[in-house]
């Protein structure tokens, strides 16, 4: 098998597929953004459709459930103009004996073009990649622990429409790294587009080894890693945590690391707070701070369609330049 | 009686500190002469070749009885003789598990129909490998089994562990663990290190090999067992069973041969043939492996577990575990000599150290049974699954082009294997 990053690009080095952040060049992570900003002018008028993919068939494949992210990709198929089929695939479906190869190749008889695909295993989204009938795109919508690169890109884009670009910001990100592919999504756009510094805060327990082999550095206290940090990213702490020996209470985590607004005053003036959402009000961030005049968290969710139709449109154009050259 | 010449081979026996170019007389199954211009009924001119002693595996998965789709004790013991194996031992984790004198009947019949490499059988430690009830172990050594072994499934806690190396020592019967901690290694599928950081797989941690191995090694110094350790993945495991041994605990140990072939970097594009147990580690401890091997404190194992090609097609995690060892296991071993492993320590960490594990001989001495292997050094081929004998098509070297093949393996006297 070849290196993710690879398996997403055509031999010119555009996009077919979009399963991970890392390893893509700074070009083309600036050409979604730019690609999105110029959706989100589109979807402030009457008519918020462009044609981009009529005709085409997405199919929205989700393993795990997930209504806001499926329904922010199913938005924006339809404002693509595309044909949109959601299947919810519970685990259970597997688990009967059928594989998740047979789930695909009775997929491929449907003649679709896209699929949107969420599963709890790292990689999965890859796997469908490599094994799928060329000129079917494979949007990852989420895969484990590895990635969720759309969710990333949505960040980006929050932070250099406020920020008016990424290179030279600090930005934080605390909380549960461990079981974040989020989090691993960002360090790798952040990085590529040229954030000055990328740090992960976390207690021990959450932090996975050798993180700062990805590009960030990791801080235990929130009075060191917040210190003059110019965008705070909050990951949301999951209930589990606490059956699984690592971490002893939500009221412990969030003294320690939850966002209130004095431990906020420790970043710059104007840093921008942000969470990929749903919140957990009084777990990782305190209703102040989150309804604040220094959030961005409902911004981020609007921009989530645009960033949406970006990845979409350019992996189904990558699939047909390729089909071309063929 | 009938006589059989091998002539001008290079002999290498690192048990009799041999590596010479001689002739080598085989007549009624044993070793009948050694030395120059050897007369005999038969002979083949074996110049350039190299002959060393049968190779045994200390641990390979036969998949049979259970799971006959991933193979049988008749393909993957005619791949082991392919590779030089002339004895394998046979783990015990197949369905039903080898924990009753009936399976290991079964195996060994199985075994002897094959005629291929004979099969070792390991007997269950626990009744279902399920690490809290002890197996019949007297019973099974009595069927054949030539040690106990709990495959890689978990002993309940550590009373069972104390009570079953004492149980074993009682009758003398040789103890194969793994050092494996389960909960530390609970839901992880590869090396915990940057690696999985990266490609956010959970991680199986090196203390899940080294704390488990400090219990098992302080439980054992308490009693007098004949105790190996199979499959270590971790330098610091290499440190540990020096520090018994300089003690007195003569503790030996085997590694698998892919984890002297690959470190966690493989995984990276999530290449499902490199889920294996162990987990492959870093280059670290590779290369201290490796040092082992050279120095003679390690025997090598197959580790082999045949798997049907949809075991694989997977997403990482949920793939199955383990490569195909057997058909390409001498080609890709040989790879490893250059600097820090010659010929000599490569040969000997296949058959005089797994012979002693074992209370056996692996020598080409004169009267010894004629368990041998001739080698072409420099026959290069490319590695198909179209050409497998396993059944498992889940290889790591597939399309690579491997030099050194074995052109004929001889067990008790008749060849069990050669070449085209």
């Given at each position: 098998m ?36 110029s ?84 990689g ?5 990649a490599?094994q ?12 484990g ?51 000055a ?25 929130m ?13 949301r ?13 939500e009221s ?14 420790l ?14 009000r ?14 961005v ?5 609007s ?24 | ?35 120059a211009?050897?007369?005999?009924s ?26 006959t ?16 194996f ?26 002897e ?16 490998l ?59 599928c ?8 990266r490609?956010?797989?959970a ?37 540990m069973?020096?520090?018994?041994r ?54 090598i ?45 490569l ?18 001495a ?34 690579e ?20």
């Amino acid at each position: 098998m070849t290196h993710p990053s690879q398996v997403q690009l055509t031999a010119d080095g555009r996009l077919k597929h979009f399963l991970t952040t890392e390893g893509l060049s700074r070009e083309l992570l600036t050409e979604i953004l730019d690609t999105a900003d110029s959706f989100i002018s589109t979807q402030e008028r009457a008519v918020k459709k462009v044609p981009l993919l009529r005709g085409k068939t997405v199919v929205n494949l989700f393993f795990e459930n997930s209504t806001r992210t499926r329904s922010t990709f199913e938005l924006a198929a339809k404002r693509l103009s595309a044909d949109i089929l959601n299947l919810d695939i519970a685990r259970s479906a597997t688990s009967k004996g059928e594989t998740l190869m047979d789930t695909l190749w009775n997929l491929e008889a449907m003649y679709s073009d896209m699929f949107v695909v969420r599963h709890a295993d790292s990689g999965a989204a890859h796997f469908i990649a490599e094994q799928v009938t060329p000129g079917v795109a494979i949007i990852n919508a989420g895969d484990g622990r590895h990635a969720h690169p759309t969710q990333a890109m949505l960040d980006m884009l929050t932070i250099r429409r406020h920020k008016q670009q990424i290179e030279g910001q600090v930005v934080a990100i605390v909380g549960d790294i461990l079981h974040s592919r989020v989090a691993r999504s960002q360090i790798h756009a952040l990085n590529t587009l040229g954030a000055a510094e990328v740090r992960v805060i976390g207690p021990a327990t959450l932090l996975p080894r050798d993180i700062e082999a990805l590009g960030a550095k990791a801080y235990y206290r929130m009075e060191d890693g917040l210190k003059d940090c110019d965008v705070v990213i909050m990951l949301r702490l999951q209930k589990e945590r606490m059956q699984n020996a690592l971490l002893p209470s939500e009221s412990e985590f969030f003294k320690l690391y939850g966002l209130t607004e004095q431990k906020l005053a420790l970043a710059k003036p104007d840093a921008i707070v942000m969470h990929p959402g749903p919140i957990n009000r009084g777990v990782e961030i305190e209703s102040a701070v989150a309804d604040g005049e220094q959030s961005v968290i409902l911004n981020q969710v609007s921009y989530g369609i645009a960033v949406r139709m970006a990845v979409m449109a350019m992996a189904m154009s990558g699939q047909q330049t390729e089909e071309n050259a063929q | 009686m009938s006589s059989f010449v091998i002539r001008q081979a290079r002999l290498i026996d690192p048990s009799q500190q041999r590596d010479e170019i001689t002739d080598i007389r085989i007549a009624g199954g044993k070793i009948d002469a050694i030395g120059a211009d050897l007369s005999g009924s038969n002979s083949i001119d074996a110049s350039g070749l190299w002959l060393t002693p049968g190779f045994i595996d200390l641990g390979g998965h036969l998949a049979e009885p259970g799971y006959t789709q991933k193979g049988s004790i008749a393909s993957e013991t005619k791949a082991a003789s392919r590779s030089g194996f002339t004895h394998v031992c046979a783990l015990p984790d197949s369905k039903p598990v080898a924990d009753s004198a009936a399976v290991i009947q079964l195996i060994r019949e199985k075994a002897e129909q094959a005629g291929s490499a004979e099969v070792l059988p390991l007997g269950a430690l626990t009744q279902g490998l399920e690490g809290e009830q002890l197996a019949n172990m007297f019973s099974l050594s009595e069927a054949g089994c030539v040690a106990m072994s709990n495959a890689r499934q978990p002993i309940k806690d550590s009373y069972v562990l104390r009570r079953l190396l004492e149980y074993a020592a009682t009758y003398d019967l040789p103890v194969f663990l793994t050092a494996n901690d389960a909960a530390l290694a609970a839901g992880g599928c590869m090396h915990e290190g940057p690696v999985s950081t990266r490609l956010g797989l959970a991680g199986i941690p090196e203390t899940a090999e080294t704390a488990a191995l400090a219990q098992i090694i302080l439980l054992a110094e308490q009693v007098p067992v004949r105790l190996h350790i199979s499959q270590i993945s971790c330098a610091r495991s290499i440190a540990m069973l020096r520090n018994a041994r300089s003690r007195g605990h003569d503790i030996t140990a085997d590694v698998p041969l892919a984890n002297l072939l690959y470190t966690q970097d493989t995984v990276h594009g999530y290449n499902s043939q490199f889920h294996v147990q162990p987990p492959l580690r870093s280059e670290d401890d590779r290369q201290a492996l490796l040092a082992a091997v050279a120095a003679g404190e390690l025997a090598i194992s197959s580790n082999h577990r045949p798997h049907e090609i949809a075991a694989k097609k997977a997403p990482f995690a949920d793939a199955e575990a383990g490569l195909s060892m057997y058909d390409y296991f001498l080609p890709l071993a040989m790879s490893l000599l250059g600097e820090q492993l010659d010929i000599s320590a490569l040969v000997r960490s296949l058959t005089q150290l797994p012979a002693q594990v074992l209370g056996r001989q692996a020598n080409l001495a004169l009267g010894s049974a004629a368990n041998l292997v001739l080698i072409d050094p420099q026959q290069s081929l490319t590695a198909r699954r179209s050409e497998l004998l396993s059944r498992g098509g889940n290889i790591s070297c597939r399309g690579e082009v491997l030099t050194g093949q074995a052109t004929a393996v001889m067990r008790n006297g008749h060849w069990i294997y050669q070449a085209d």
